[in-house]
């Protein structure tokens, strides 16, 4: 099996195939995977999936666990936490919680939201819900630590391979040609840079998100990620209830500027204790590389009032790009005999690769 593309979609094939049996190439053209898979949070977002994703989302849960204690690399099975501000916001996570198995969302006072936030809880919060399933991981490691658990594994890594094209069984790239039974290609947000009329019929185009990582108030420890009012307009779970309109109202009256840069405000916190903040959202076929200032200015103010600080200190600050079509959450595509196209086509690669990965090469015709 030849898989084109080391990100954590790649690489979740790969893990796969490797418990198979199989024998497997990865190709990058990088020197190693810089796109979504290390720009992101790190938060595997279970618990507020539904349907299809839900499925997938909880079926690679233990493939998570399975891969960190077998590569070494940080996860925390600590959860989320929905913080809420508002009735609107508490009866969006109350209507989830009624519909889901017990204790798979445990509504939380305002005084056991302030201890998961280490004390640091703004003043308008007045509840919450600890999302049981959800999962955090390093992003800045993850895919690192796989690729060289898998490597030990047997896998062959070419970095700085540009794939081209496949055709009866030959993968063409920019260091000469490979033979596979099955090709794999994972390539995120650039499926348009290889099959055009595919990312045009399925309508996919690029999610710009800016993103920060910042120092974190003292003594701030974090067990979960932690989301907001504006999370709940995203994921699926939250959307799809009946309290989600009357809150997107709410929103909309109360905090108009984010919803114009289409906010999910949420941080998680790496292990070395600095806080991923983010995120906005912009879509373009081809992103603008300027980063606006105002708009992490409004992601930067909105963390730190949930925090009940004045400000925080940035570190970094970096642009990431995933894959995005209006028509659905991912595209599994046979592009060609024994070619498969492997693309997350919304904000969810981390939450479900493991899940989708498994249901692809089920689906595959493996020898
Ligand atoms: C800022 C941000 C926050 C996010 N937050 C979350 C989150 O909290 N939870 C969640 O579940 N998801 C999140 N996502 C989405 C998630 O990160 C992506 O869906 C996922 O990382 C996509 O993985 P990938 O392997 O498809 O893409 P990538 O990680 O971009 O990897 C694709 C790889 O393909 C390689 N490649 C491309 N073209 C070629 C070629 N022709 N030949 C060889 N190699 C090639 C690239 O070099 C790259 O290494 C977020 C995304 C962003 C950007």
Redesign the pocket.
């Known amino acids: 099996m030849l898989i084109?593309?080391?990100?954590?979609?790649?690489?979740s094939h790969a893990f796969h195939a490797v418990r198979r049996g199989l024998k497997v190439t990865v190709?990058?053209?990088?020197r190693r995977?810089?796109?979504?898979?290390?720009?992101?949070?790190?938060?595997?977002?279970i618990t507020a999936q539904s349907g299809e994703l839900l499925e997938l989302a909880q079926a690679g849960r233990p493939f998570w666990l399975e891969a960190s204690s077998q590569a070494g690399f940080f996860a925390s099975t600590a959860g989320a936490l929905a913080v809420a501000r508002s009735e609107r916001e508490l009866a969006v996570l109350s209507e989830l919680s009624a519909a889901r198995p017990l204790g798979q969302l445990e509504l939380l006072s305002r005084e056991q939201v302030a201890t998961q936030l280490s004390g640091y809880a703004g003043a308008d919060i007045i509840g919450g819900a600890l999302l049981r399933d959800d999962l955090r991981v390093d992003?800045r490691q993850v895919?690192a630590a796989l690729a060289d658990w898998l490597a030990e594994q047997g896998v062959r890594f070419e970095w700085q391979?540009?794939?081209?094209f496949a055709q009866d069984g030959l993968a063409h790239?920019s260091r000469g040609s490979f033979v596979a039974a099955q090709i794999i290609v994972?390539?995120?947000?650039?499926v348009d840079?290889?099959y055009p009329e595919i990312a045009a019929t399925e309508q996919i185009n690029r999610?710009g998100?800016q993103?920060a990582r910042v120092a974190a108030p003292r003594d701030l420890r974090l067990g979960p990620?932690v989301l907001s009012g504006t999370s709940m307009l995203r994921y699926p779970g939250f959307a799809e209830t009946t309290a989600a309109a009357g809150l997107r109202a709410e929103i909309a009256a109360h905090d108009a500027e984010a919803l114009a840069v289409d906010a999910n405000i949420m941080f998680?916190q790496r292990p070395d204790g600095s806080l991923i903040v983010?995120?906005s959202h912009r879509l373009a076929e081809t992103m603008d590389p300027f980063l606006a200032e105002s708009v992490s200015e409004l992601l930067l103010d909105r963390v730190a009032a949930l925090l009940g600080v004045a400000q925080l200190t940035v570190l970094e600050r970096w642009q990431?790009?995933?894959?995005s079509s209006p028509l659905q959450p991912y595209l599994v595509s046979t592009v060609a005999p024994g070619v498969t196209l492997?693309?997350?086509t919304?904000?969810?690669?981390?939450?479900?690769?493991f899940g989708l990965a498994q249901r692809v090469l089920a689906q595959l015709d493996l020898v």
Not at 320 to 323: F, L, M, N, Q, W
Not at 346 to 353: A, K
């Open positions: 084109v593309g080391a990100g954590i979609i790649g690489l190709i990058d053209r990088d995977a810089v796109g979504a898979s290390v720009r992101n949070f790190g938060h595997c977002c992003p895919v391979t540009s794939f081209h790239t994972c390539v995120g947000h650039d840079r290889l999610c998100l993103m990620a998680t983010g995120d990431g790009i995933y894959a492997v693309s997350v919304s904000g969810v690669g981390m939450t479900i690769s």
